[in-house]
């Protein structure tokens, strides 16, 4: 098993522009969670999916920010646009059910110059 | 929704000790209580969970153990190594609430 995907694993781009996080959870899995991790805030749950479907989106900042999983297979995190305080590390982790352990990706580290 | 307290945020400990981490629950309906180690600039795995039948589960040096009635459970390592050193987690539910900044256990030899 190839565990969670993400990528790019880093990004480094100018305040203003489009940034998109993209995320493959493990097959099988039906629960997909996008988290920020940064010195000040810790790991922060943005949104979470389950059987595709966006079920708890309220730790996602502002407008700025929009997650999508077109299918089971895929997710995608967009910043637009970007602020340098969007600058962390974005993780994916997936899990079978909602109460089950959650599998994390490698991250993607974020920096907004 | 889910309210979990953890404590403390910070532990030094010497190699060979024990280190012990608490997290306070509020959801008298919760019962899966994980925790995660992130080592730094590594992703967090799970190490440890226990569901709400038991009361106690071991793992070589680790263990975690349950107290429902008072709404706490515990992360215990014995004999800490350096490579015990780490951030570790014991998140709530998986709805609305974070992870948070977790308890940072440095480990000396």
């Given at each position: 098993d190839a565990g969670v995907i993400q990528s790019p694993r880093h990004e480094v781009t100018e305040m203003g522009q489009e940034v998109t996080l993209r995320c493959k959870p493990i097959s099988g899995h039906n629960s997909l969670f996008w988290y920020r991790q940064t010195m000040m805030r810790g790991l922060e749950l943005l949104i979470y999916f389950n059987n595709n479907v966006p079920?708890?989106?309220?730790?996602?900042?502002?407008?700025r920010f929009s997650a999508k999983m077109p299918n089971a297979s895929f997710s995608t995190l967009k910043i637009q646009?970007?602020?340098?305080?969007?600058s962390a590390v974005y993780f994916c982790a997936s899990s079978f059910e909602g109460d089950q352990p959650q599998h994390f990706g490698d991250g993607t580290r974020l920096s907004i110059l | 929704g889910e309210n979990v307290e953890q404590h403390p945020s910070t532990l030094s400990v010497q190699e060979g000790d024990s280190a012990v981490i608490k997290c306070t629950y509020s959801d008298s309906a919760s019962n899966y209580f994980p925790w995660y180690k992130q080592e730094l600039g590594k992703r967090p795995q799970l190490i440890i969970d226990i569901r709400s039948n038991v009361g106690e589960k071991k793992d070589q040096r680790i263990a975690v153990t349950l107290n429902k009635t008072a709404k706490h459970f515990s992360l215990h390592i014995t004999?800490?190594?350096?490579?015990?050193?780490a951030v570790y987690f014991c998140p709530p539910?998986?709805?609305?609430?974070t992870f948070g900044k977790g308890t940072m256990l440095l480990v000396s030899p």
């Amino acid at each position: 098993d190839a565990g969670v995907i993400q990528s790019p694993r880093h990004e480094v781009t100018e305040m203003g522009q489009e940034v998109t996080l993209r995320c493959k959870p493990i097959s099988g899995h039906n629960s997909l969670f996008w988290y920020r991790q940064t010195m000040m805030r810790g790991l922060e749950l943005l949104i979470y999916f389950n059987n595709n479907v966006p079920i708890d989106d309220s730790g996602m900042p502002e407008d700025r920010f929009s997650a999508k999983m077109p299918n089971a297979s895929f997710s995608t995190l967009k910043i637009q646009p970007s602020e340098p305080r969007d600058s962390a590390v974005y993780f994916c982790a997936s899990s079978f059910e909602g109460d089950q352990p959650q599998h994390f990706g490698d991250g993607t580290r974020l920096s907004i110059l | 929704g889910e309210n979990v307290e953890q404590h403390p945020s910070t532990l030094s400990v010497q190699e060979g000790d024990s280190a012990v981490i608490k997290c306070t629950y509020s959801d008298s309906a919760s019962n899966y209580f994980p925790w995660y180690k992130q080592e730094l600039g590594k992703r967090p795995q799970l190490i440890i969970d226990i569901r709400s039948n038991v009361g106690e589960k071991k793992d070589q040096r680790i263990a975690v153990t349950l107290n429902k009635t008072a709404k706490h459970f515990s992360l215990h390592i014995t004999e800490t190594q350096p490579e015990d050193s780490a951030v570790y987690f014991c998140p709530p539910r998986y709805s609305t609430l974070t992870f948070g900044k977790g308890t940072m256990l440095l480990v000396s030899p």
